[in-house]
């Protein structure tokens, strides 16, 4: 793990891809747990039979769901000390380029895209892909922004 260590590192860090999460297994008992906190239960995420018809071949995490699976890989990434807080400022972009299969690992790659300086800090976009193991294409890419105050 990379530890960010203050403003005059995390500005040295543009550009930089800081690394990649291990690998994390998404399980059904996962996606049926997140079905319930945010009532999306749609069959093609919770119907383990019924999707198994599907050119998927099985149920599919919800795109939110592989969204959210960010703090948890980043943090296995990248750490920040020397700032008084830091906080989820947004999203600029999100994409689902391809289905993340249940059952299946995804890890994490995260670049520091952008260092902008705010009152107080600075304002970072971070691209975040997140790719399942054997695929071709990411099953999510995101453009996050933290915001980091001294």
């Known amino acids: 793990m990379k530890t960010i260590t203050g ?3 995390l ?11 291990d690998w994390h ?7 049926d747990a997140f079905a319930d906190v945010t009532g999306d239960h749609q069959w093609i ?5 019924r999707a198994k018809e599907t ?16 703090p948890l890989l980043s943090r296995q990434v ?9 906080l989820n400022y947004g999203l600029n ?10 059952g299946q690992k995804v890890r994490c790659t995260v670049k520091v895209a952008e260092v ?6 600075a304002q970072t976009t971070m691209v975040m892909t997140l790719e399942r193991e054997g695929g071709e294409k990411p099953v999510c890419v995101a453009e996050t922004l933290v915001r980091a105050y001294q």
């Open 78 to 86: 990248f750490g920040m000390e020397g700032f008084t807080f830091a």
């Open 11 to 21: 500005k040295a860090a543009e550009g930089e891809i800081l690394g990649t999460s």
């Open 93 to 102: 972009r999100v994409r689902f380029p391809a289905p993340m299969p249940v």
């Open 7 to 9: 403003l005059e590192e």
């Open 45 to 49: 995420h919770v119907d383990v039979e």
């Open 116 to 121: 902008q300086e705010i009152p107080g800090g």
């Open 55 to 70: 050119p998927f071949g099985g149920t599919i995490a919800h795109g939110y769901f592989t969204l959210s699976l960010i």
């Open 25 to 31: 297994e998404v399980t059904q008992a996962d996606v």
